[in-house]
Protein backbone atom coordinates (compact mmCIF):
# COMPACT_ATOMS: atom_id res chain seq x y z
CA UNK A 1 0.00 0.00 0.00
CA UNK A 2 2.76 2.57 -0.73
CA UNK A 3 2.45 6.32 -1.85
CA UNK A 4 3.84 8.89 -2.12
CA UNK A 5 3.52 11.95 0.43
CA UNK A 6 4.38 15.49 1.30
CA UNK A 7 5.80 16.43 4.04
CA UNK A 8 5.84 20.06 5.50
CA UNK A 9 9.44 20.55 7.45
CA UNK A 10 9.72 23.75 9.80
CA UNK A 11 12.63 25.62 7.76
CA UNK A 12 9.52 26.11 5.07
CA UNK A 13 10.59 23.16 2.22
CA UNK A 14 8.32 20.35 1.43
CA UNK A 15 9.65 17.16 1.02
CA UNK A 16 8.43 14.56 -0.77
CA UNK A 17 8.46 10.78 0.49
CA UNK A 18 8.06 7.31 -0.03
CA UNK A 19 4.67 5.80 2.33
CA UNK A 20 3.75 2.37 2.53
CA UNK A 21 1.61 0.56 4.74
CA UNK A 22 0.41 -2.99 6.01
CA UNK A 23 -2.21 -4.58 3.73
CA UNK A 24 -4.80 -4.21 6.47
CA UNK A 25 -5.20 -2.08 10.12
CA UNK A 26 -1.58 -2.95 12.43
CA UNK A 27 -1.95 -2.23 16.57
CA UNK A 28 2.23 -1.65 15.59
CA UNK A 29 2.98 1.39 17.59
CA UNK A 30 6.51 1.95 15.66
CA UNK A 31 6.64 4.03 12.93
CA UNK A 32 9.72 3.59 10.47
CA UNK A 33 11.63 5.88 8.45
CA UNK A 34 14.15 4.22 5.83
CA UNK A 35 17.13 6.67 5.03
CA UNK A 36 17.92 5.91 1.43
CA UNK A 37 21.62 5.40 0.41
CA UNK A 38 23.39 7.98 -2.18
CA UNK A 39 21.09 7.11 -4.90
CA UNK A 40 18.45 8.08 -2.94
CA UNK A 41 14.49 6.69 -2.85
CA UNK A 42 15.49 4.17 -5.41
CA UNK A 43 13.39 0.80 -6.19
CA UNK A 44 15.76 -0.89 -3.91
CA UNK A 45 14.95 1.50 -1.05
CA UNK A 46 11.12 1.21 -1.78
CA UNK A 47 11.15 -2.74 -1.64
CA UNK A 48 13.19 -2.75 1.72
CA UNK A 49 10.39 0.03 2.75
CA UNK A 50 7.75 -2.34 1.52
CA UNK A 51 9.67 -5.63 3.24
CA UNK A 52 9.24 -3.99 7.03
CA UNK A 53 5.58 -2.39 5.96
CA UNK A 54 4.58 -5.95 5.28
CA UNK A 55 6.39 -6.89 9.38
CA UNK A 56 3.46 -4.80 10.81
CA UNK A 57 4.93 -1.36 10.45
CA UNK A 58 4.14 1.82 8.64
CA UNK A 59 6.96 2.94 7.30
CA UNK A 60 8.38 6.47 5.33
CA UNK A 61 11.32 6.81 3.21
CA UNK A 62 11.76 10.79 2.84
CA UNK A 63 13.84 12.01 -0.15
CA UNK A 64 16.75 13.86 1.96
CA UNK A 65 17.64 15.92 -1.49
CA UNK A 66 14.25 17.54 -1.49
CA UNK A 67 15.65 20.72 -1.36
CA UNK A 68 18.31 20.48 -4.60
CA UNK A 69 16.48 17.69 -6.44
CA UNK A 70 13.33 17.08 -8.07
CA UNK A 71 10.84 14.92 -6.41
CA UNK A 72 10.49 11.26 -7.61
CA UNK A 73 13.65 11.44 -8.59
CA UNK A 74 16.61 8.92 -8.08
CA UNK A 75 19.74 8.02 -9.26
CA UNK A 76 21.21 5.47 -11.10
CA UNK A 77 23.96 3.11 -9.87
CA UNK A 78 26.55 4.01 -11.78
CA UNK A 79 29.78 6.40 -11.92
CA UNK A 80 27.53 9.40 -13.05
CA UNK A 81 24.72 8.92 -10.44
CA UNK A 82 27.76 8.28 -7.97
CA UNK A 83 29.11 11.45 -8.78
CA UNK A 84 25.82 13.65 -8.48
CA UNK A 85 24.61 11.50 -5.35
CA UNK A 86 27.63 13.33 -4.14
CA UNK A 87 26.92 16.50 -4.55
CA UNK A 88 23.57 16.16 -3.15
CA UNK A 89 25.23 14.38 -0.03
CA UNK A 90 27.58 17.43 0.32
CA UNK A 91 24.84 19.73 -0.21
CA UNK A 92 23.41 18.37 3.12
CA UNK A 93 23.10 20.13 6.21
CA UNK A 94 23.30 18.83 9.92
CA UNK A 95 20.61 20.85 10.75
CA UNK A 96 18.33 20.47 7.64
CA UNK A 97 18.49 16.71 8.05
CA UNK A 98 17.65 16.65 11.54
CA UNK A 99 14.60 18.69 10.54
CA UNK A 100 13.42 16.59 7.86
CA UNK A 101 13.92 13.58 10.35
CA UNK A 102 11.31 15.63 13.00
CA UNK A 103 9.26 16.32 10.39
CA UNK A 104 8.94 12.59 9.09
CA UNK A 105 8.39 11.62 12.67
CA UNK A 106 5.59 13.83 13.53
CA UNK A 107 3.89 12.47 10.49
CA UNK A 108 4.58 9.39 11.82
CA UNK A 109 2.98 10.26 14.92
CA UNK A 110 -0.21 12.43 13.88
CA UNK A 111 -0.77 10.98 10.83
CA UNK A 112 -0.64 7.21 11.39
CA UNK A 113 -0.52 6.95 14.93
CA UNK A 114 2.76 6.10 15.45
CA UNK A 115 3.80 6.01 19.54
CA UNK A 116 7.33 5.16 18.77
CA UNK A 117 9.81 6.14 16.14
CA UNK A 118 12.47 3.78 14.35
CA UNK A 119 15.14 4.61 11.76
CA UNK A 120 16.84 2.18 9.20
CA UNK A 121 19.70 3.93 7.24
CA UNK A 122 22.09 2.74 4.32
CA UNK A 123 25.44 3.80 3.57
CA UNK A 124 25.11 7.70 3.72
CA UNK A 125 21.52 7.18 5.28
CA UNK A 126 22.90 4.92 8.12
CA UNK A 127 24.92 7.84 8.98
CA UNK A 128 22.01 10.35 8.43
CA UNK A 129 19.93 7.65 11.01
CA UNK A 130 22.90 7.99 13.53
CA UNK A 131 23.02 11.54 13.32
CA UNK A 132 19.18 11.69 14.26
CA UNK A 133 19.41 9.54 16.97
CA UNK A 134 21.54 11.52 18.99
CA UNK A 135 18.99 14.49 18.47
CA UNK A 136 15.26 13.41 18.33
CA UNK A 137 13.64 10.61 19.96
CA UNK A 138 14.35 7.63 18.07
CA UNK A 139 13.99 4.63 20.19
CA UNK A 140 15.24 1.99 17.73
CA UNK A 141 18.22 2.32 15.07
CA UNK A 142 19.53 -0.23 12.50
CA UNK A 143 22.51 1.16 10.66
CA UNK A 144 23.74 -0.67 8.04
CA UNK A 145 27.18 0.29 7.17
CA UNK A 146 26.73 4.36 7.60
CA UNK A 147 30.07 5.99 6.53
CA UNK A 148 32.14 8.29 7.61
CA UNK A 149 30.66 8.58 11.43
CA UNK A 150 34.29 9.55 12.95
CA UNK A 151 35.51 11.97 10.60
CA UNK A 152 34.38 15.13 9.40
CA UNK A 153 34.65 14.58 5.39
CA UNK A 154 30.93 14.80 4.80
CA UNK A 155 29.00 18.21 6.10
CA UNK A 156 26.83 15.97 7.85
CA UNK A 157 29.31 15.36 10.28
CA UNK A 158 30.57 18.97 11.00
CA UNK A 159 31.81 20.78 12.77
CA UNK A 160 32.39 17.55 15.24
CA UNK A 161 32.61 14.09 14.23
CA UNK A 162 29.22 12.77 14.98
CA UNK A 163 30.22 9.79 16.45
CA UNK A 164 31.13 12.79 19.10
CA UNK A 165 27.58 12.99 19.76
CA UNK A 166 26.52 9.39 20.79
CA UNK A 167 25.92 10.30 24.39
CA UNK A 168 22.86 12.33 22.60
CA UNK A 169 21.26 8.42 21.83
CA UNK A 170 18.40 7.32 23.75
CA UNK A 171 17.10 4.47 21.99
CA UNK A 172 18.65 0.35 21.26
CA UNK A 173 20.96 0.11 18.01
CA UNK A 174 22.42 -1.84 15.92
CA UNK A 175 25.33 -1.65 13.37
CA UNK A 176 25.79 -4.31 10.51
CA UNK A 177 28.76 -4.01 8.31
CA UNK A 178 30.72 -6.18 6.21
CA UNK A 179 34.38 -7.09 6.88
CA UNK A 180 35.47 -6.19 3.56
CA UNK A 181 33.87 -2.73 3.24
CA UNK A 182 36.27 -0.57 1.73
CA UNK A 183 34.25 2.51 3.47
CA UNK A 184 34.39 1.01 6.92
CA UNK A 185 37.29 -0.42 7.68
CA UNK A 186 38.08 -2.66 11.13
CA UNK A 187 39.57 0.47 13.03
CA UNK A 188 36.51 2.78 12.37
CA UNK A 189 34.44 -0.34 13.66
CA UNK A 190 36.56 -0.34 16.95
CA UNK A 191 35.73 3.48 17.23
CA UNK A 192 31.77 2.57 16.84
CA UNK A 193 32.00 -0.03 19.27
CA UNK A 194 33.99 1.73 21.41
CA UNK A 195 31.59 4.54 21.52
CA UNK A 196 29.12 3.37 21.93
CA UNK A 197 29.92 1.09 25.07
CA UNK A 198 31.35 4.64 26.71
CA UNK A 199 27.99 6.21 26.40
CA UNK A 200 26.39 2.96 28.01
CA UNK A 201 24.09 2.42 24.66
CA UNK A 202 22.47 -0.34 24.45
CA UNK A 203 23.54 -1.87 20.93
CA UNK A 204 24.95 -4.72 18.78
CA UNK A 205 28.09 -4.69 16.41
CA UNK A 206 27.83 -6.98 13.85
CA UNK A 207 30.62 -7.48 11.16
CA UNK A 208 29.80 -10.13 8.38
CA UNK A 209 33.43 -11.77 7.51
CA UNK A 210 34.24 -11.53 4.14
CA UNK A 211 31.02 -8.87 2.89
CA UNK A 212 31.94 -5.61 0.95
CA UNK A 213 29.87 -2.58 1.28
CA UNK A 214 25.93 -2.18 -0.08
CA UNK A 215 26.01 -5.98 0.51
CA UNK A 216 22.06 -5.42 0.37
CA UNK A 217 21.40 -4.83 -2.89
CA UNK A 218 20.21 -7.80 -5.30
CA UNK A 219 21.69 -7.92 -8.50
CA UNK A 220 24.96 -5.64 -7.34
CA UNK A 221 28.51 -6.64 -7.71
CA UNK A 222 28.58 -6.82 -3.49
CA UNK A 223 25.09 -8.08 -2.92
CA UNK A 224 25.82 -10.89 -0.17
CA UNK A 225 22.47 -13.36 0.24
CA UNK A 226 23.28 -14.76 3.74
CA UNK A 227 24.44 -11.33 5.06
CA UNK A 228 21.66 -9.70 3.40
CA UNK A 229 18.91 -12.09 5.06
CA UNK A 230 20.45 -12.28 8.57
CA UNK A 231 20.88 -8.31 8.45
CA UNK A 232 17.30 -7.88 7.26
CA UNK A 233 16.23 -10.52 10.16
CA UNK A 234 17.71 -8.68 12.89
CA UNK A 235 16.53 -5.65 12.03
CA UNK A 236 13.21 -6.49 11.91
CA UNK A 237 13.14 -8.31 15.39
CA UNK A 238 14.53 -4.86 16.53
CA UNK A 239 12.00 -3.12 15.10
CA UNK A 240 9.47 -5.95 16.87
CA UNK A 241 10.97 -5.57 20.17
CA UNK A 242 8.95 -5.22 23.00
Known amino acids: ?18 CTRPDGPTADTVGVIVAHELFG ?11 IAAAGHVVIAPEFYHRDAEPGRYLARDDAGRDEGFALLHSMTRAGAVADVRAAIAVLAERYGAEEA ?22 RVAIAYGGWLPSTEIPLSRPDPTLALTPGIRGELIFLVGGDDFLIDSDQVEKIADALRAADVRHEVVTYPGVGHAFFWPGTPAFDQDARDDAMKRILALLAAS
Do not use: K, W
Not at 3 to 18: K, P
Open 41 to 51: VSPDIRAVADE
Open 118 to 139: AAVGFSAGGHLAYLAATALPIT
Open 1 to 18: MGQQIEIAVDDGSTMSAY
